[in-house]
């Protein structure tokens, strides 16, 4: 049976449940139809080949259009089947596509889009032409459209022959438009236009085309019309078909004012007046200007973007004369010297790495003052936050810093994988994102040798990663999903994080030159097309010369979620090596490590790496072939350290005596371990303790070895794992003891860090973040300068170092009253430097004063006050301070309602609030209130965040009760010693 077959019963069978009548092609708003006689002509039809297509289908199998009958691939399934015969189109019809994905038989192949936004009315008044080609017989097609109104439609075929339309149908559930043939046919392989106008508004969520503003240093509001894409709203910007294997060429058209400029994917290769074309009479029609872009090379919807505003340009060239530039407002600019120098060096970089030239004729990176990722890869316009792009060297952080040129690096990497090559469905999303997150860490390595991007790969991706893949409401790489809030869903720490570990361990086994090779043969074989993870693996395979099959390693990592435990033992001269799934939480037996059912029982290819005191440099190989294994040691071992560099994505245990000469030889001589491999031993230790399969005192006696570590690698791993026994220990009895040992730890290192804003990238990292956690465990050497250097800069205006900031306005909210905090909100709402008005925010939430809290997190709730994309880490430092942690959960239940509306079906999804707000509560009465309170309320998207924090609740639970008094007791015991 053919496809037609199929989908002729899709639309035959909305079709017969409903009243017809005629209508002209070029209609408004209207909804064609056609005569009672021939609809009941047509129903008898109907039934007639509903019966002969359902038995054709019960015998022929699935096919891939089919919203209605017979089995369905994955991502296909219908919906909607109720009893009440729907869905139904807004007119009330039955809308006869019942499918959230597109039918497959229409490929639009080109582009052709005006738009004309009213920044003061908001009012968009838009025209499309759609060519697009069928590659089978029918008389309808499907494509998306989402809060646009339609005016007028046309089709056309090759000769520019009208055919008449019978009826466009919209079904806003689905976001789509289903726009029927009366009497001809679209013929098989026939290529037609479609031609439709609409309008629309500005919207003022951050997602679509939106409107966006900023305040000039002298108090002018200035606005911008901007977009936002991916992954589904180009639908809601014009009609189009917007899943991202329908990739075609777009022809933008722009209508702006005289003092604007309008930005797209191209270059303006034509401005006209316009005065009279689409005139509105909302404008002053004669100063207005129409920009033509250039045609752009095939690419998928969420790509297109364009933006209308009032910015200036610094612009740098590449080695092959491609101009990059960063638009920005113009008090901003000097801001934007970093970004564009480093965007244009790593251009070079990934052309050389990549071995394909960038394909379009510019590069524009631009900052949107209301943004609500990090930044987005737009081909040829890549939006940024501010505070991704923008960086002033007197003013902004060392981790600031990078975290630009991080952004720049990664949605440059993008601009090959992704934009040149895309995920087919988004099921692949960590495609784009797992190797754009990959990828990232070298293009700045690149860049800025000096500041050892490399070493703090593991702190950024797989430490994290690592942390959320063992709970058990953890997902696999490959997840399938469907509409619009799944697929926002898996924009998650799973497809970017693990998504990058998991190739960080590739590399490490395949090697970089075959890695390299594989990636760039991928790019060429799929250049403006789609591909999908398998085609990916089998580049690797092919250039790894077929002595790895990628695919059958790597399904191990992708299509299970987890990862293993090794568990390594000695018997005389043999090691044996074990493997089974980490699980954090606690198991009454080994059968939940089989739930859900995985297709590899979870077990996996591992690639073991180990080296022992013999040769601490020297690493040996072994596999793990979905089973344990056991290999030969000298007897001089006397300690073996298993997973070099923490390259792995596993944690590994050892037997007591094992851990205990690991131990002794970080207290002796740390430096015999990497950074990264003394890092990797805290990680390993506090999460093993945490799942109760270490004992306490375990990460403690490691933790000793601190009071000698000066790096900035292991530090950061500590401090996150000291900070998080910190809020668990809080209603403990030990929490005291507790406290005084973190400063013990802390001391020698706070010392040797000084409070002057100097050294190497890498002491300045380690700097802010132990004096940050000096803080915390108050640590008087700290606090008193720091509360002086606050007082200093508020009375006298002393210059504070950009790396002291955050301890420096935190320590004087902390400990100051309402003149401070009032003080740094007037300097947050009056900066014009991004960077620093992030260190205010979060500074503002430090307050011990519930008064100044609750003031603070009811701001949140006023756009004029607070940016959206800036109301998460409101809550989360309110939430973060032990004096406000209940006013945020309180506000969160509150306001929950508000927030959904707010941030709940786009691309602020509402995983962040409930994850900030509960997932650090550690007793049973509020794992209860949390549990009850989200029964009653819809939490959309946030579901799988919602599951994720009730779990680490009880994980929480368990491990004060496993495991406080034990901490207490050897705290108790190491405070006398130490004293005496
Ligand atoms: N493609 C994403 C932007 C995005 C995120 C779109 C979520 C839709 C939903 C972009 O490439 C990205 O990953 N941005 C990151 C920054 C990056 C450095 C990790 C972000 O937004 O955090
Ligand atoms: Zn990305």
């Known amino acids: 049976m ?259 400029i309008a930005l797209c994917n191209m270059p303006v290769v034509n401005t006209e007046d316009a005065g009279f074309y689409m005139g509105t009479g909302l404008n002053n029609s004669f100063s207005q200007l129409r920009d033509d872009f250039q045609e752009s090379v095939e690419m998928s919807t969420y790509l297109v973007a364009f933006v209308v505003c009032d910015y200036k340009r610094v612009t740098e060239m590449t080695s092959r004369n491609v101009s990059v530039s960063v638009y920005a407002p113009e008090a901003m600019l000097p801001q934007a010297q970093f970004a564009v120098k480093t965007a244009a060096k790593i251009m070079d970089y990934f ?89 990232e860490h070298k293009g700045v390595d690149h860049v800025a040798p000096e500041w050892g991007m490399m070493n703090q790969f593991i702190l950024d991706k797989t430490q994290s990663a690592l942390h959320l893949d063992a709970l058990a409401s953890s997902h696999p790489i490959s997840v399938p999903v469907k509409d619009p809030s799944e697929i926002e869903a898996i924009f998650d720490t799973i497809s970017y994080n693990k998504g990058a570990a998991i190739l960080y361990m590739l590399e490490e ?160 001589n740390h430096t015999v371990f990497t950074p990264a491999d003394r890092a990797s031993l805290i990680d390993d230790a506090f999460t093993l303790c945490r799942a109760g399969i270490l004992n306490a005192t375990i990460p403690l006696k490691l933790s000793l070895y601190l009071l000698n570590e000066r790096d900035f690698v292991p530090w950061s791993t500590a401090i996150e794992h000291l900070e998080s026994w910190s809020k668990m220990m809080s209603e403990t009895a030990g929490f005291k003891k507790y406290i005084a040992f973190m400063k013990t730890l802390l001391g020698p290192v706070t010392a040797y860090v000084g409070l002057n804003d100097t050294g190497s990238y890498s002491t300045r990292l380690l700097r802010s973040n132990v004096l940050e956690a ?12 720091a509360k002086l250097l606050f007082k200093n800069w508020m009375e006298k205006g002393t210059r504070i170092p950009p790396n002291l900031r955050d301890l420096v306005y935190a320590a004087g909210i902390k400990y100051g009253g309402e003149k401070d905090w009032n003080y740094c909100w007037n300097m947050y709402k009056k900066t014009q430097i991004p960077s620093e008005k992030v260190i205010l925010l979060k500074s503002l939430g430090q307050s011990m004063d519930p008064w100044i809290l609750q003031r603070f997190l009811l701001a949140s709730l006023d756009r004029e006050e607070i940016r959206p994309q800036d109301v998460e880490p409101v809550i989360a430092v309110v939430a973060h301070n032990p004096e406000g942690q209940f006013l945020a959960w309180r506000h969160l239940k509150a306001y929950w309602p508000r927030f959904q509306t707010m941030f709940g079906n786009g691309t602020f999804t509402l995983s962040g609030f409930i994850t900030v707000v509960t997932s650090t509560f550690c007793t049973e009465y509020d794992l209860q209130e949390v549990s009850e309170y989200f029964e009653k309320v819809e939490v959309g998207s946030g579901q799988r965040a919602l599951e994720q924090s009730l779990e680490t609740i009880r994980l929480n639970i368990h491990w004060v009760k496993e495991n406080a008094e034990t901490i207490n007791q050897w705290l108790h015991n190491y405070l006398k010693i130490d004293k005496s």
């Open 351 to 439: 052309e050389a790495y990549f071995g394909i030239h960038y394909p379009l004729p510019k590069q524009d990176l631009i900052a949107i003052p209301d943004f609500a990722a990090g930044a987005m890869e737009n081909w040829g316009l890549i939006t940024y936050r501010e505070t991704s792009i923008l960086y002033d060297p007197e003013e902004t952080s060392t981790a600031a810093h990078q975290w630009v040129a991080i952004v720049v690096a990664h949605e440059l990497a993008h601009q090959w994988f992704g934009n040149l090559v895309t995920m087919k469905w988004w099921n692949d999303l960590w495609l784009n994102e797992g190797v754009a997150s990959f990828l």
């Open 774 to 785: 000096a803080l915390i465990a108050n640590i008087e050497g700290v606090v008193k300068p």
């Open 2 to 260: 053919s496809e037609q077959d199929v989908d002729d019963v899709a639309f035959l069978t909305g079709d017969s449940n409903t009243g017809l009548h005629k209508r002209s092609i070029y209609e408004q708003n209207g909804v064609a139809v056609c005569s009672q006689k021939r609809a009941l002509c047509i129903a008898t039809v109907v039934f007639a080949i509903l019966f002969a297509v359902s038995l054709i289908i019960a015998f022929a199998g699935p096919q891939n259009d089919c919203p209605c009958a017979g089995e369905k691939p994955a991502n296909l399934e219908a919906e909607d089947e109720g009893d009440d015969g729907g869905p139904f189109a807004t007119n009330g019809e039955v809308f006869p596509w019942n499918n959230v994905r597109l039918p497959t038989f229409a490929h639009p192949t080109r582009y052709n889009i005006t738009i004309h936004p009213n920044l003061t009315t908001l009012e968009v008044k838009g025209q499309v032409t759609i060519e697009f080609y069928v590659d089978k017989e029918t008389n309808f097609i499907v494509f998306h459209s989402k809060n646009l109104t339609i005016n007028e439609k046309m089709i056309q075929d090759r000769k520019g022959h009208r055919l008449k339309i019978s009826q466009l149908l919209e079904y806003p559930k689905h976001q789509q438009l289903y726009l029927e043939l009366e009497e001809s046919k679209f013929r098989k392989r026939g290529n037609y236009t479609v031609h439709l106008r609409f309008t629309s508004k500005l919207g003022n969520e951050l997602e679509g085309f939106y409107l966006s503003s900023y305040v000039t240093a002298d108090g002018d509001k200035r606005h911008l019309a901007t977009t936002h894409f991916e992954p589904t709203y180009a639908r809601s910007a014009f009609p189009c078909f917007d899943e991202p294997q329908f990739k075609a060429k777009f022809k933008m058209s722009i209508f702006r004012d005289r003092f604007h």
């Open 509 to 668: 086994f395949l090697l970089e030159e075959v890695m390299k090779k594989g990636l760039n043969d991928y790019l060429n074989t799929h250049k403006y097309g789609n591909a999908d993870t398998n085609d990916l693996w089998a580049v690797f395979t092919k250039h790894a010369n077929h002595s790895f099959d990628v695919k059958s390693i790597m399904d191990t990592w992708t299509q299970q979620m987890g990862f293993p435990l090794i568990t390594i033992s000695r018997e005389g001269n043999t090691i044996l090596a074990t493997q089974k799934r980490l699980l954090l939480s606690p198991r009454e037996n080994d059968t939940d490590l089989l739930t859900p059912k995985s297709p590899f029982d979870y077990k996996w290819y591992v690639p073991l790496s180990y080296y022992t005191n013999l040769q601490p440099r020297v690493t040996t190989n072994v596999w793990m072939n979905l089973t344990d294994v056991s290999f030969e040691v000298p007897p001089a071992v006397e300690w073996i350290k298993v997973n070099v560099n923490q390259t792995g994505f596993y944690r590994v245990n050892y037997s007591e005596d094992m851990w205990t000469s690991i131990i002794t030889t970080l207290h002796n």
